[in-house]
């Protein structure tokens, strides 16, 4: 066995593979083979044969008291499925783990069926143990809503550490990560020039509470990517919206604002609004709080609309249009899923708001240097020729740490504090360590990085689509760029345009595919209503996993049984609702 070891020496053994084997196998006999190999003994087999799987998915080796029985190689990519393998006592199903990492699989008895559709289930006691440790100290066991896999059940993952397009969670579990973060980490995780600007930055200092220069570089590149004159640094998407609204009101003097259904701007009080049962004209009735906590007074001035529908704007425009402060939406929504605007949309808004005196607010914390080098803007307005009055960011631009920004109009921002009367300020705004992160990231997000996205996302939707097409499962790949979201829609459905639409599909299919795909270390968003996020270091072998686990995980899907008559359920997606939002 040893000469298989020499031909791999990519493969890393680490103390938490050698743990994870011996919690599953027991008491059975453990060794490593040099660095890449591991050795265990098949206990579900009766023949008491032992079986060594290699590492990096390149070769495995199956071992009967002593003697190599049969030897596999795949040169190029990690294991397609399960393969099976037939020696003189047993069969055995070997599963990639990780492409990096160990193969791991079981022995099975010869009549024992192979079930590709279901791989063995990663260890997850060390997750386990620290969610229930968290859970007697926070809320529910998380600092965010969606990472506690309220909406998909099971054991939530916690992450040890991250590297370019892989997690590996506490149990030595390794993933492809479709989340990036819920969208910042566009280079992937701990880029070797961002860790090293970070590092020097941190060195010289956390934060000092004074004006430093990585701020004005930061500052800079925003204003020169994007449509907007001037900038200013906060610390949270949820800040930057919630003081653009603030900067409209007083910049108009005006106090409704106009948001959408399924947009979801942070958990600002006065954007945690859902439409109620009145007619949209209807200013009072109109819309109610979507969480406990926030008070009818902060939604009181909050109209909410469906996604898409120029009749709905061009109505609450034309009877309240001289008392709006200002119309907020997505730039492309991501939080119901993807939901693109219709051509024109945006360019409507503009021109509605502007017909009237309100501003039109373009939130691209999700969007903005993700699916373009600027965001939505270059895919809209800068071709067909208008501009929003504010825009806000978050997410990539902090490049990993804590930081948002809004921006726009000269005149606008020339009300803020200390230039003029708006108050708003921040402890931590334009930390030098997060600019820092931030300034590294865009300079290294050039075109090429944006063209190498564009096109790994092209390949994950057509795999996406032919797996669930083969498997039967009705399905819409919604996309925006380079960010796309799969729903799982009820039969008949061909187009997701608003979130009332989006909130009637399968979750629970959703629920066995997440599940599956999670089995075959791939790590989607753990809810229905997100988008699917890549980075420019998701490379061939993340791919071919990611492609080779979407199959099993269609099945899965396909194999859920139609709830009775249960409504379907929409309880993991709100405008409002933490749970149906990023992070
Ligand atoms: C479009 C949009 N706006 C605002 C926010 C709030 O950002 P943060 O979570 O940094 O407060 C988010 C978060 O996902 C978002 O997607």
Same mark, same amino acid.
Not at 365 to 386: I, L
């Given at each position: 066995?040893?000469?298989?070891?020499?031909?791999?020496?990519?493969?890393?053994?680490?103390?938490?593979?050698?743990?994870?084997?011996?919690?599953?196998?027991?008491?059975?006999?453990?060794?490593?083979?040099?660095?890449?190999?591991?050795?265990?003994?098949?206990?579900?087999?009766? #023949?008491?044969?032992? +079986? &060594?799987? %290699? *590492? $990096?998915?390149?070769?495995?080796?199956? =071992?009967?008291?002593?003697? @190599?029985?049969?030897?596999?190689?795949?040169?190029?990519?990690?294991?397609?499925?399960?393969?099976?393998?037939?020696?003189?006592?047993?069969?055995?199903?070997?599963?990639?783990? #990780?492409?990096?990492? +160990? &193969?791991? %699989? *079981? $022995?099975?008895?010869?009549?024992?069926? =192979?079930?590709?559709?279901? @791989?063995?289930?990663?260890?997850?006691?060390?997750?386990?143990?620290?969610?229930?440790?968290?859970?007697?100290?926070?809320?529910?066991?998380?600092?965010?809503?969606?990472?506690?896999?309220?909406?998909?059940?099971?054991?939530?993952?916690?992450?040890?550490?991250?590297?370019?397009?892989?997690?590996?969670?506490?149990?030595?579990?390794?993933?492809?990560?479709?989340?990036?973060?819920?969208?910042?980490?566009?280079?992937?995780?701990?880029?070797?020039?961002?860790?090293?600007?970070?590092?020097?930055?941190?060195?010289?200092?956390?934060?000092?509470?004074?004006?430093?220069?990585?701020?004005?570089?930061?500052?800079?590149?925003?204003?020169?990517?994007?449509?907007?004159?001037?900038?200013?640094?906060?610390?949270?998407?949820?800040?930057?919206?919630?003081?653009?609204?603030?900067?409209?009101?007083?910049?108009?003097?005006?106090?409704?604002?106009?948001?959408?259904?399924?947009?979801?701007?942070?958990?600002?009080?006065?954007?945690?609004?859902?439409?109620?049962?009145?007619?949209?004209?209807?200013?009072?009735?109109?819309?109610?709080?979507?969480?406990?906590?926030?008070?009818?007074?902060?939604?009181?001035?909050?109209?909410?609309?469906?996604?898409?529908?120029?009749?709905?704007?061009?109505?609450?425009?034309?009877?309240?249009?001289?008392?709006?402060?200002?119309?907020?939406?997505?730039?492309?929504?991501?939080?119901?899923?993807?939901?693109?605007?219709?051509?024109?949309?945006?360019?409507?808004?503009?021109?509605?708001?502007?017909?009237?005196?309100?501003?039109?607010?373009?939130?691209?914390?999700?969007?903005?240097?993700?699916?373009?080098?600027?965001?939505?803007?270059?895919?809209?307005?800068?071709?067909?020729?208008?501009?929003?009055?504010?825009?806000?960011?978050?997410?990539?631009?902090?490049?990993?740490?804590?930081?948002?920004?809004?921006?726009?109009?000269?005149?606008?921002?020339?009300?803020?504090?200390?230039?003029?009367?708006?108050?708003?300020?921040?402890?931590?705004?334009?930390?030098?360590?997060?600019?820092?992160?931030?300034?590294?990231?865009?300079?290294?997000?050039?075109?090429?990085?944006?063209?190498?996205?564009?096109?790994?996302?092209?390949?994950?939707?057509?795999?996406?689509?032919?797996?669930?097409?083969?498997?039967?499962?009705?399905?819409?790949?919604?996309?925006?760029?380079?960010?796309?979201?799969?729903?799982?829609?009820?039969?008949?459905?061909?187009?997701?345009?608003?979130?009332?639409?989006?909130?009637?599909?399968?979750?629970?299919?959703?629920?066995?595919?997440?599940?599956?795909?999670?089995?075959?270390?791939?790590?989607?968003?753990?809810?229905?209503?997100?988008?699917?996020?890549?980075?420019?270091?998701?490379?061939?072998?993340?791919?071919?996993?990611?492609?080779?686990?979407?199959?099993?995980?269609?099945?899965?899907?396909?194999?859920?049984?139609?709830?009775?008559?249960?409504?379907?359920?929409?309880?993991?997606?709100?405008?409002?609702?933490?749970?149906?939002?990023?992070?």
């Amino acid at each position: 066995m040893g000469h298989t070891a020499h031909q791999h020496p990519t493969a890393t053994a680490g103390t938490a593979v050698a743990a994870m084997v011996e919690r599953r196998f027991g008491s059975c006999p453990l060794s490593l083979v040099g660095n890449s190999f591991i050795k265990v003994c098949g206990r579900t087999c009766t #023949s008491h044969d032992e +079986f &060594v799987m %290699g *590492s $990096a998915g390149l070769s495995w080796e199956v =071992v009967q008291r002593q003697q @190599p029985v049969a030897v596999g190689r795949h040169p190029t990519r990690a294991l397609q499925r399960p393969e099976r393998m037939t020696s003189d006592a047993c069969r055995y199903a070997v599963w990639p783990l #990780s492409r990096t990492g +160990f &193969v791991v %699989g *079981s $022995a099975l008895r010869d009549n024992d069926r =192979v079930n590709p559709a279901r @791989p063995p289930h990663p260890d997850t006691t060390a997750s386990a143990r620290l969610f229930a440790r968290a859970q007697a100290v926070t809320p529910g066991g998380v600092n965010s809503p969606v990472r506690s896999f309220n909406s998909v059940g099971g054991t939530p993952r916690f992450i040890e550490s991250a590297r370019g397009a892989y997690l590996r969670d506490v149990d030595g579990n390794e993933y492809v990560d479709l989340v990036c973060s819920w969208g910042p980490m566009l280079l992937g995780h701990a880029h070797p020039e961002v860790l090293a600007a970070v590092s020097e930055a941190a060195a010289r200092g956390t934060s000092y509470g004074t004006p430093t220069r990585p701020e004005v570089e930061l500052a800079e590149e925003i204003v020169d990517r994007t449509p907007i004159d001037q900038v200013r640094l906060v610390s949270s998407g949820t800040e930057a919206t919630m003081s653009a609204i603030r900067l409209a009101r007083g910049f108009t003097g005006r106090e409704l604002i106009v948001k959408f259904a399924g947009c979801y701007h942070g958990h600002v009080d006065s954007l945690l609004a859902e439409a109620g049962s009145g007619l949209a004209t209807l200013r009072d009735a109109h819309s109610v709080p979507g969480t406990p906590g926030v008070p009818a007074a902060s939604i009181a001035a909050t109209l909410v609309l469906p996604y898409n529908d120029v009749d709905a704007v061009r109505e609450v425009f034309a009877e309240h249009g001289d008392e709006i402060a200002c119309l907020i939406t997505e730039a492309a929504p991501g939080n119901m899923g993807v939901v693109p605007p219709q051509p024109g949309f945006n360019q409507f808004l503009s021109e509605t708001c502007a017909r009237h005196g309100a501003l039109f607010i373009s939130d691209e914390v999700m969007t903005g240097f993700r699916v373009t080098g600027s965001g939505q803007y270059a895919r809209d307005g800068a071709r067909e020729g208008w501009q929003p009055d504010l825009l806000t960011f978050g997410k990539v631009m902090g490049g990993g740490f804590p930081a948002a920004a809004f921006g726009g109009r000269r005149d606008v921002m020339a009300l803020l504090s200390p230039a003029g009367p708006v108050y708003q300020a921040g402890t931590l705004s334009g930390n030098p360590v997060a600019t820092t992160a931030g300034l590294t990231t865009l300079r290294l997000a050039t075109d090429d990085v944006y063209a190498k996205i564009d096109k790994m996302s092209l390949v994950l939707q057509d795999a996406a689509a032919s797996a669930l097409e083969e498997a039967g499962v009705p399905h819409v790949i919604s996309s925006n760029g380079n960010m796309f979201s799969v729903f799982f829609v009820e039969e008949g459905v061909m187009s997701v345009q608003n979130f009332e639409v989006a909130s009637r599909q399968r979750t629970d299919r959703f629920k066995a595919f997440f599940h599956s795909m999670l089995d075959q270390g791939v790590y989607l968003p753990p809810s229905a209503f997100e988008a699917w996020f890549l980075s420019s270091a998701h490379d061939d072998g993340a791919m071919d996993r990611i492609v080779s686990a979407l199959p099993a995980a269609a099945r899965a899907a396909a194999e859920t049984p139609a709830p009775a008559d249960a409504p379907p359920d929409a309880s993991t997606a709100s405008t409002a609702s933490p749970e149906g939002s990023s992070t």
